[in-house]
């Protein structure tokens, strides 16, 4: 059995540091000739400003696979190692700089599903340096296509814009022999390439189009190519068809199809909105990058002190010495630190890690990593949202897009052509204190998952199932929501123990009605977090798992602290009655507890859910009222400081 996984159709695809710089290793064989990079574009809203009649049309043939003769820019513009003063326009939203024209007039895919076989693959010598804002076959739309040209602006200031006006996507077969005509999506759309004299930066803004009435995907090629496909060589714009052009986010590499996410996917339903900018901005000298926080987006303070690394990235043209990177808590905590890389080489990248303390109470918090002034202040920054819990929850993503996922994953057996039995995704998490494994919760997404049967798991360090949940049948409300899994048999996790939780499908057949995709949902991150979300096809007994890094998992885990690790001075200093309580009222003496302030008082239901936050006086009879809580079993922990002790209470009506 051959089994393969992919990243559905989403935000950017999958997004990792080896699409186009390194980290701790060699950069690839002319990584920076291009002298533009992911790091350096950015996709922003601004304002379409039609040319009108100003500056001069350009000619050609016909409104349909056709290339211009060379036109001025009116200035020098450096791109990919050379000058150049002139380019050629192509109708298929395409455009090459200097003289000589593209390898074909069509110089586009063939085919509305096929974007690796259009110009950025292409080893022609006559496909290089490419600007490429919309790439498709397009046609003239509703009202007749106009191209133009026009230089604004003085020396050395001046701005030359390449208008494509009133072009339509053709209506083409989705792939090569297809029976399916994929319609036109923009009947009437304009466009623009702005190029900027001596910044040498790209922009493409687009116009608000005119839509179809008919909506259907199609993979348009966005962005710019220098002398080949190699990672590095490209700055590439992705999208997911259905999603806003506003999530649009950029990477380096070959084409491939569009399984990857790896295009810039577009449909009726989701239009640009007015003025819709990329830029491109070129490489500089001295740029270091705050590239990407990794942390936990919620964090227990049971698993503190926790450690929190900053990718720190240098795609400038000169290699960086003695960086400062320092990390910044604010909210519910605070605490700054910071930490010297000593090296980081052009195209590569570096960790700085920083070890947030157990002192921390619970509260939402804004993590930020910063590096000092250097050539290109854009990217000195990068900021995350986490909540420490005083419960046991642990998650990776940000708390501020905690509902925000960007795709869906496949699973599937080719050779049987049923999607894989007992395959599990899941991410591994580390707890300093030992506990039991309560729950799972994940984000279900993909609505050809309804129907499918499910179980949440929890797999040991190795790869083995040690618990699950009962099975699930998925329905069309749990699709784009949470769904908790209360775990049968709870395992037990160690101190300092590491721990996988994750969601199991059954075997099922997939068709075209029903698709090979896994219901988790998921979200894009740089490909640093190794060992961390992964996937099984059957792990049963453990095994080796495929290393999905680069995928952040919508999982989460509640983790009961065990109690055996309870404080024995906290222990000797509490008492809880009446247990169980008929009421739900419960008296929490403290006596002698030492605490030089308020204890915290937390409780939390079988599947670790936080169900009550309060405070506790020492020398003191505290009233818990839990009297809105259902009859059942509840966990209170009591806390002073990075001591704390739980116990079971139970409701009794």
């Known amino acids: 059995m051959t089994f393969s996984t992919f990243w559905r159709p989403a935000t950017g695809g999958r997004l990792a540091l080896a699409a186009g710089l390194l980290l701790g290793g060699a950069a690839a064989a002319q990584a920076q000739a291009l002298n533009y990079n992911t790091f350096g574009a950015t996709n922003v809203a601004g304002a379409y400003t039609d040319l009108g009649t100003n500056g001069s049309v350009i000619a ?13 820019i009116g200035f020098s513009f450096s791109y990919n190692g050379a000058a150049f003063t002139q380019f050629v326009l192509n109708t298929n939203g395409l455009m090459r700089l200097g003289s000589a024209a593209p390898s074909s ?17 292409s080893t022609d010598p006559a496909d290089v340096n490419l600007l490429m804002p919309f790439n498709f076959d397009l046609i003239s739309g509703t009202s007749p296509a106009e191209y133009r040209v026009a230089i604004t602006g003085t020396s050395p200031n001046r701005i030359c814009t390449i208008q494509w006006k009133n072009v339509a996507d053709k209506a083409v077969a989705d792939v090569a022999g297809g ?38 995907r199609k993979n348009v ?29 950029f990477l380096s590499g070959p084409q491939v199809d569009s399984n990857t996410g790896v295009a810039h996917n577009v449909r009726s339903v989701a239009p640009p909105d007015a003025g819709r900018t990329y830029r491109f901005l070129q490489a500089v000298p001295n740029d270091a990058a705050a590239f990407q926080i990794l942390t936990l987006g919620k964090l227990p303070r049971t698993a503190l002190p926790h450690a929190v690394q900053a990718v720190i990235i240098n795609p400038g043209t000169t290699s960086l010495s003695n960086v400062a990177v320092t990390l910044t808590v604010t909210g519910a905590n605070s605490f700054t630190n910071t930490q010297t890389i000593t090296s980081i080489p052009v195209g590569e990248g570096a960790l700085a890690t920083f070890t947030l303390p157990t002192t921390f109470v619970a509260g939402d918090n804004v993590l930020t990593v910063t590096v000092p002034v250097d050539g290109n202040n854009a990217n000195n920054s990068v900021s995350t949202r986490q909540t420490v819990t005083n419960n046991g929850v642990f998650s990776y993503v940000p708390s501020d897009l905690t509902n925000t996922s960007t795709g869906s994953f496949g699973a599937v057996n080719n050779a049987a052509g049923t999607g894989s039995a007992g395959a599990v995704f899941a991410a591994a998490f580390t707890t300093v204190t030992g506990g039991t494994v309560t729950s799972v919760r994940v984000f279900l997404t993909d609505p050809f998952s309804v129907g499918r049967s499910v179980q949440g798991v929890v797999l040991n360090a190795t790869g083995a199932l040690v618990g699950g949940s009962t099975p699930y049948t998925i329905t069309a409300s749990d699709i784009n929501t949470y769904k908790t899994f209360s775990i049968v048999t709870p395992p037990t996790v160690a ?159």
């Open 495 to 653: 101190a300092n123990g590491v721990f996988q939780a994750g969601l199991s499908q059954a075997a099922y057949t997939y068709s075209a009605a029903a698709p090979r995709y896994f219901p988790v949902g998921g979200q894009s991150e740089s490909g640093i977090r190794t060992n961390t979300f992964l996937y099984y096809t059957a792990p049963t007994a453990g095994g080796t798992p495929m290393d999905l890094a680069g995928n952040r998992f919508m999982i989460e885990a509640s983790l009961l602290n065990a109690l055996g690790t309870n404080s024995p001075v906290l222990a000797r200093s509490l008492s809880l009655y009446p247990n169980p309580s008929a009421s739900g009222i419960f008296t929490l003496d403290v006596q002698g507890a030492k605490a030089s302030a308020g204890l915290s008082v937390d409780v939390a239901d079988q599947l670790g859910r936080h169900v009550y936050s309060g405070q506790a006086r020492d020398n003191f009879a505290n009233m818990v009222n839990l009297s809105s809580l259902a009859p059942g079993i509840y966990y209170l922990t009591v806390r002073n400081g990075s001591e704390f002790f739980t116990s079971k209470l139970s409701i009794n009506r």
């Open 221 to 249: 090629v966005v962005g710019i190519k220098g002398s080949g496909n190699a990672a590095g060589q490209n700055v590439l714009a992705a999208k997911a068809s259905s999603d806003a052009w506003t999530t649009t986010t």
């Open 105 to 121: 007039a069509a110089a586009t895919s063939p085919n509305g599903q096929t974007p690796e076989i259009g110009p950025v693959n």
């Open 179 to 216: 029976a399916t005509i994929l319609p036109i999506q923009y009947t009437n759309f304009s466009f623009q390439v702005k190029l900027y004299e001596t910044t040498n930066n790209i922009e493409f803004v687009y116009n608000a189009p005119t839509v179809g009435a008919t909506s259907a």
């Open 60 to 72: 050609t043939t016909n409104t349909d696979d056709a290339n211009s003769a060379a036109q001025d």
